[in-house]
C-alpha cells in the first residue's frame, strides 16, 4: 500500500489504491476493489483529474457506480446498493482525492437497514412513524430521535425553507 504524504494529493495516482484492484478504467475514470471493503463487491470509482476543476468527471463516477449497482441487482448479485462520497475529515474522507464508493447491500447484512445513509451520524438514521415521545415530528409526520446536535428548531425550520426549492 502507497503512503500518503500531506493533506490533498496532487493526482490520483498518489492515492494509496493498489494498481493490482484496478477492475476498470477509461479516459475519465478508473474503478477499484476496495482495499477493506464492507462488503463483497465495494468498489470505488476514482476521478482522474479533481472534482475542483473537472466536476463532470466526479458525476461520471456516481453515474457509473449507480449503473454498476443498478445492474448488480439485475444480475442477482446483491439486493441493493448504496452510492456516495465522503468529502473532507470530518465526513470520514481519508484519502484526499476525490472518489465514490458502491456499496452493494444484502438481505440481512444489516439488522435494522432503515435509514440507510441517514445512519453516518448516530441515531439519526433510526427514525420510526408510530412515536414522537422525546423526540420532534418532521414535515412528513414521522418522529426523529432526540439527538442534540447543537441544531435549534428554528435553524432546522430556516434550513427546511432555504432548501426547498430542491424537492422537485
Keep these: 500500500m502507497k503512503e500518503i504524504e500531506g493533506n490533498r494529493l496532487s493526482s490520483y495516482k498518489d492515492a494509496p489504491w493498489p494498481d493490482e484492484n484496478i477492475v ?3 479516459e475519465n475514470i478508473v474503478v477499484y476493489k476496495d482495499g477493506y471493503p464492507v ?6 470509482f476514482v476521478p482522474k483529474r479533481t472534482a475542483v476543476s473537472h466536476l463532470l468527471d466526479i458525476m461520471r463516477c456516481f453515474e457509473t457506480a449507480y449503473r454498476q449497482g443498478t445492474e448488480g441487482v439485475e444480475n442477482g448479485e446483491w ?12 465526513a470520514g474522507q481519508s484519502v484526499m482525492w476525490p472518489h465514490v464508493h458502491l456499496i452493494p447491500r444484502r438481505k440481512g447484512d444489516n439488522p435494522n437497514p432503515k435509514g440507510g445513509v441517514r445512519n453516518v451520524i448516530p441515531l439519526k438514521g433510526n427514525y420510526c412513524d408510530d412515536t414522537t415521545e422525546g423526540g420532534w415530528e418532521n414535515e412528513g409526520g414521522m418522529a426523529l430521535p432526540a439527538v442534540d446536535d447543537n441544531s435549534s428548531r428554528e ?14
Aim: avoid cysteine; aromatic fraction near 14%; glycine fraction near 12%.
Design 39 to 44: 462488503t463483497e463487491g465495494h468498489l470505488l
Design 155 to 168: 435553524e432546522l425550520d430556516n434550513w427546511k425553507e432555504r432548501y426547498k426549492g430542491y424537492r422537485k
Design 79 to 90: 439486493d441493493a446498493f448504496n452510492v456516495g462520497i465522503n468529502n473532507g475529515v470530518a
Design 24 to 26: 476498470f478504467e477509461n
